[in-house]
Each structure stands twice: as C-alpha cells, then as structure tokens.
T-cell receptor, first 121, second 112 residues
Framework: DAGVIQSPRHEVTEMGQEVTLRCKPISGHNSLFWYRQTMMRGLELLIYFNNNVPIDDSGMPEDRFSAKMPNASFSTLKIQPSEPRDSAVYFC???????????????????FGNGTRLTVT | DQQVKQNSPSLSVQEGRISILNCDYT??????FLWYKKYPAEGPTFLISISSIKDKNEDGRFTVFLNKSAKHLSLHIVPSQPGDSAVYFCAASPQGAQKLVFGQGTRLTINP
C-alpha cells in the first residue's frame, strides 16, 4: 500500500499566481480530507469529500480556494490568486467511512500524506 | 474559535522520564479522541485513541486519559525515548461525524 500521495512536495510561487495541489488517496478509501497546518492554528480542516462529493467546505478560507474530486483516486486543491498568507503546509488525508462514520477502533481513522509545503512570496 | 486546544507549544523531557501532553476541548458533542504524532517532513500518523465511554486507554508506553467533566485529555509516555521527539496533535470527533478537529500541536523534545 503506497499510502496517500501528494504532489508537489514543495511549491514556491509569487503572489497572484495560481497554485494547484494534488492528492491520490489510498485505494478503497471513500473519504478525502484537505487540511492546512499553521503555527497558530495547528491542523485546520479545509474541506472533505465522501464518495467524491464535497460534504463540508466551511473551512475553506475564501473564494480563492477551491477543491475538486473528479474520481475516487484523485483530488485537487486550487488557490487562485495566491497570497503570502496562504503559505503553509497542506495535507491530504483519506479514510474509510460507513454510514457517515469513520471506521475506526484501533486502526488509524485518518491516513495522511506527507504534505505540500507552499511558499507564496 | 479553537474547539481543541493544546496550550503548551513545546515540552522538553529527560530520556527515561514521563512525558505528559495535555489537551482541552470545548465541544461537549465530541465523543471520540485521538493523538497523532508528526515527524518533520512527514504527515501525522495515528498514535492512540479513546472513546468517551472510557477514561483510560493504554498501548505499550502510551496511555491516554480522558476527563469528560473537565473536558480534558492527556497523553502519558513512559519511559520517554529519543524517538518520541516529535509534534503531537490532539484531535476530537463529534458523534457520528466523519471529520476530526485538531489542536495546534505540542513539540516534544526528549533529551538524552
């Protein structure tokens, strides 16, 4: 199992440019989450999908942020236009859910990718 | 509005001693709590969890305690080892919900 795969690992861009972050969830997982890590707020949930459908996007900071999940094996998070305050580490995570509940017990309920470190200058 | 709070940004502990990481939450609907561990340049990985019907869960050197009346949980690591140096995130989930709400994280450093 390759785990959750994110690309790119690092992204440096200038203010005003469009940025696209990519995520491939673990095969068979039906929920996908985008988190952002900052020093002040820790890990913030931006949006999550269940069976490719966006369920909760209340954490998306502004209209400049958008996310898509065209199929079960791919998701993108886009920032357009990017601003310096968007600089952070963005994590994608996936899980297996049933009846709206994360299947968990002693298994990991969320499996994270290694993140994309975004720097906007 | 931070529903899960880790008030200590960092903690330094001597190798072999006990490490205690603390977490407070405000939402009484939370009924499932977890700790994740994160090394530099990697994603968080699951460490241990506890359901609200319990007040303690133990897994080897790691024990999580839950005090529902105080809306407080803690992670005890004993004995602490150098490989435990990492950032630890507390997380909580409301009943029946899919998403996890995380705290700000605590950086634990184990000194030899």
């Amino acid at each position: 199992d390759a785990g959750v795969i994110q690309s790119p690992r690092h992204e440096v861009t200038e203010m005003g440019q469009e940025v696209t972050l990519r995520c491939k969830p673990i095969s068979g997982h039906n929920s996908l989450f985008w988190y952002r890590q900052t020093m002040m707020r820790g890990l913030e949930l931006l949006i999550y999908f269940n069976n490719n459908v966006p369920i909760d996007d209340s954490g998306m900071p502004e209209d400049r942020f958008s996310a898509k999940m065209p199929n079960a094996s791919f998701s993108t998070l886009k920032i357009q236009p990017s601003e310096p305050r968007d600089s952070a580490v963005y994590f994608c995570a996936s899980s297996l859910t049933s009846a709206g509940v994360i299947i968990s017990s002693y298994n990991s309920p969320l499996h994270f990718g290694n993140g994309t470190r975004l720097t906007v200058t | 509005d931070q529903q899960v709070k880790q008030n200590s940004p960092s903690l330094s502990v001597q190798e072999g001693r006990i490490s205690i990481l603390n977490c407070d939450y405000t939402n009484s609907m939370f009924d499932y709590f977890l700790w994740y561990k994160k090394y530099p340049a990697e994603g968080p990985t699951f460490l241990i969890s506890i359901s609200s019907i319990k007040d303690k869960n133990e897994d080897g050197r790691f024990t999580v305690f839950l005090n529902k009346s105080a809306k407080h949980l803690s992670l005890h690591i004993v004995p602490s080892q150098p490989g435990d140096s990492a950032v630890y995130f507390c997380a909580a989930s409301p009943q029946g919900a899919q998403k996890l709400v995380f705290g700000q994280g605590t950086r634990l450093t184990i000194n030899p």
